[in-house]
């Protein structure tokens, strides 16, 4: 006699490694999303780096401007405006009430002034290579 298909038990087998693989890795895919730990710096830097590709392959100026009393910036073109998403402890510091960061579309950049990120004791400044409009944060 021949035997087809699958016995109970090994239904059950399948679905008992499935559910521990799934309860294994569920909180590792529900951070996928989320920043994770990143520094205020970080957020800074991405939000600028991603604005001076938009700037690259649109071919047009984009110009960034950051309040950094409310942590909020506004890109022109595309005219949006977004808050960033710093961690609790993170503020950002200016001496005006607003940086401009102005991104050619050969990728060179100039801003109007430095800004710079605050986290705990730690004051480190967002730098903009004016040449090759490269966004960094500093090597400290």
């Given at each position: 006699?021949?035997?087809?298909?699958i016995?109970?038990?090994?239904?059950?087998?399948?679905?008992?490694?499935?559910?521990?693989?799934?309860?294994?890795s569920?909180?590792?895919?529900?951070?996928?999303?989320?920043?994770?730990?990143?520094?205020?710096?970080?957020?800074?830097?991405?939000?600028?780096?991603?604005?001076?590709?938009?700037?690259i392959q649109?071919?047009?100026?984009?110009?960034?401007?950051?309040?950094?009393?409310?942590?909020?910036?506004?890109?022109?073109?595309?005219?949006t405006?977004?808050?960033?998403?710093?961690?609790?402890?993170?503020?950002?510091?200016?001496?005006?009430?607003r940086?401009?960061?102005?991104?050619?579309?050969?990728?060179?950049?100039?801003?109007?002034?430095?800004?710079?990120?605050?986290?705990?004791a730690?004051?480190?400044?967002?730098?903009?290579?004016?040449w090759?409009?490269e966004?960094?944060?500093?090597?400290?």
């Open positions: 006699m021949t035997r087809r298909g016995t109970l038990i090994e239904l059950v087998v399948v679905i008992a490694l499935m559910a521990i693989v799934a309860g294994v569920a909180p590792t895919l529900a951070s996928l999303g989320r920043p994770g730990n990143a520094s205020g710096l970080d957020v800074v830097v991405t939000m600028l780096r991603r604005t001076r590709a938009t700037a649109r071919a047009t100026v984009v110009t960034v401007t950051i309040d950094p009393t409310s942590a909020r910036y506004w890109t022109d073109p595309p005219d405006a977004a808050g960033l998403a710093l961690p609790p402890q993170a503020t950002l510091s200016a001496r005006s009430q940086v401009h960061f102005r991104f050619a579309p050969d990728g060179r950049s100039i801003t109007d002034e430095p800004l710079f990120v605050r986290e705990g730690s004051v480190r400044p967002v730098i903009l290579e004016t090759t409009g966004v960094r944060r500093d090597s400290r």
